[in-house]
């Protein structure tokens, strides 16, 4: 498992590990928790998720102003709408006159709140990057998706944003995110091509993590790895080449008296184990031998055709995996980054953000908050530099920590529910269920 340590240097000094950075280079700041909107993929619309809505109080933000002058990126969103927080273009503005001149201030928003004079303040503010959800082209179908969103406000709000740079004389950085769902993954070409008329320069594609057993069914990804895959799809096509099929019940696997041909399948799953071990990756058997390779071909020929349409468009667009790899990169904690809640907590990624369920692969998984210290209380400085969080920084890195969605145990007790002490690596890191290290992921940032 390859640990793919990041480095940064600043003119002569000797490069840093992620964990030993001074400062944080990227910030991801949680302004409110409130939206205007229901969309149906949302967290916030799940049962069971416990979120509060508040707002940021401008002395939080305050306490993060010693950060500025070291960041790379400041991104002005996280559960809720930021256009919803009536200080934002004041926290823009204020970040702005801190932050390197070639750091960027972006944030994610629906587009509905997003006027004229809105457009003209946030500009001149001096925000830099914006990416607009839109999740369907079609009237219908974007209402029905995106809790009650209309395309009219998104395309004002792009004429608004490209006429306030274009007064200002500064540049800014437009475009889409689209959530991907098997229920609307035929939108994206209409996407691309309704982006471009309307000058949209990126379009960033994510899949959907279910937060609730309604929505599992939406998910357009494969949780299982690629190299669980590979594994799985060689056996397959060498039982194939001798006449075995491996499209078996898992129960076939457990039987006292399987026929001939069951035992002849037995014996090439108890290879394909047994390759695997010496490999040391783990199979989720039951989910290997129902793989739905036909729905994972018709989302990986959408992102291709969506891909050379792109090109042709001249349109900016950021595919995520269709299936997660082992080898896992924390781009977060890689790249020095910090999560603010909007009451000051301080989180490592989205992942440990908040608290939620997910369900995926047949399984389900309660997340919890990972917190380290409160920015509100100490400062963003020396809550980023504190011993546990160093620490915590540090063990990410190693990744000395197991994929549950490739476990045939999973979800354990170590991980499945309840406080988290370790998991069955005795690591304390609680990223085994992660799946933003993976790939099938993507956001601003």
């Known amino acids: 498992m390859g640990t793919g340590i990041g480095i940064v240097t600043t003119g002569l000094e000797a490069p840093l590990l992620p964990h030993r950075r001074p400062f944080p280079s990227k910030l991801f700041v949680e302004v409110t928790t409130r939206c205007n909107l229901r969309c149906a993929m949302c967290v916030k619309q799940a049962p069971g998720q416990g979120l509060i809505d508040g707002d940021m109080s401008d002395e939080t933000f305050a306490r993060l102003e010693p950060a500025f002058p070291h960041l790379e990126a400041l991104v002005l969103n996280g559960i809720g709408e930021p256009l919803l927080h009536r200080g934002l273009e004041r926290f823009v503005a204020t970040a702005r006159a801190s932050m390197p001149a070639d750091a960027w201030i972006g944030f994610q928003t629906n587009g509905q709140l997003l006027g004229e004079r809105r457009a003209r303040a946030l500009v001149r503010a001096g925000v830099d990057r914006i990416a607009i959800s839109a ?10 998706l995106h809790g009650g969103a209309r395309l009219g406000p998104i395309e004002s709000a792009a004429r608004w944003l490209h006429a306030a740079a274009d007064g200002v004389g500064r540049p800014l950085s437009l475009g889409l995110e689209f959530v991907a769902m098997r229920s609307n993954l035929h939108q994206l070409p209409e996407l691309l091509r309704w982006a471009a008329d309307n000058r949209f320069s990126f379009l960033i594609v994510t899949h959907m993590l ?6 599992a069914d939406e998910a357009a990804f494969s949780p299982t790895s690629d190299r669980a895959l590979a594994i799985y799809r060689a056996w397959k096509a ?5 006449g075995v099929d491996l499209d078996l019940d898992v129960s076939t ?11 002849r399948g037995i014996a090439y799953v108890q290879g394909m184990l047994a390759d695997a071990a010496a490999q040391n990756i783990s199979l989720r058997v039951a989910d290997l031998l129902r793989f739905d390779e036909g729905a994972l071909e018709d989302v990986e020929t959408a992102f291709a055709e969506a891909a050379e349409l792109a090109s042709g468009l001249g349109i900016d667009l950021r595919l995520p995996k269709t299936v997660p790899t082992q080898v896992r990169r924390c781009e977060f904690v890689e790249e020095g980054s910090a999560f603010v809640s909007w009451d000051g907590d301080l989180h490592p990624c989205y992942f440990l953000w908040h608290h939620f369920e997910c369900h995926l692969g047949g399984m389900s998984r309660v997340v919890r908050p990972r917190t380290f210290g409160n920015v509100a209380e100490h400062g963003i400085l020396a809550t980023w530099n504190a011993a546990e969080w160093r620490t915590f920084r540090g063990d990410v890195n190693r990744y000395d920590f197991p994929f549950c969605y490739d476990c045939n145990l999973a979800m354990c007790d170590y991980v499945a529910d309840g406080e988290f002490e370790q998991d069955c690596h005795l690591s304390a890191v609680p990223c085994a269920a992660c799946l933003w290290c993976t790939g099938p992921f993507g956001c601003l940032h």
């Not at 999740?135 to 029905?144: M, Q, S, W």
């Not at 279910?210 to 929505?215: E, I, L, Q, R």
């Not at 060498?238 to 001798?242: I, P, Q, S, Y």
Request: hydrophobic share 40%; no cysteine; charged share 40%.
């Open 210 to 215: 279910p937060y609730g057993k309604a929505m």
């Open 135 to 144: 999740d369907a082209v079609r009237p219908d179908e974007l209402r029905r």
């Open 253 to 263: 696997l457990m039987r006292f008296t399987p026929t001939a041909e069951q035992e």
């Open 238 to 242: 060498r039982a194939a080449a001798d």
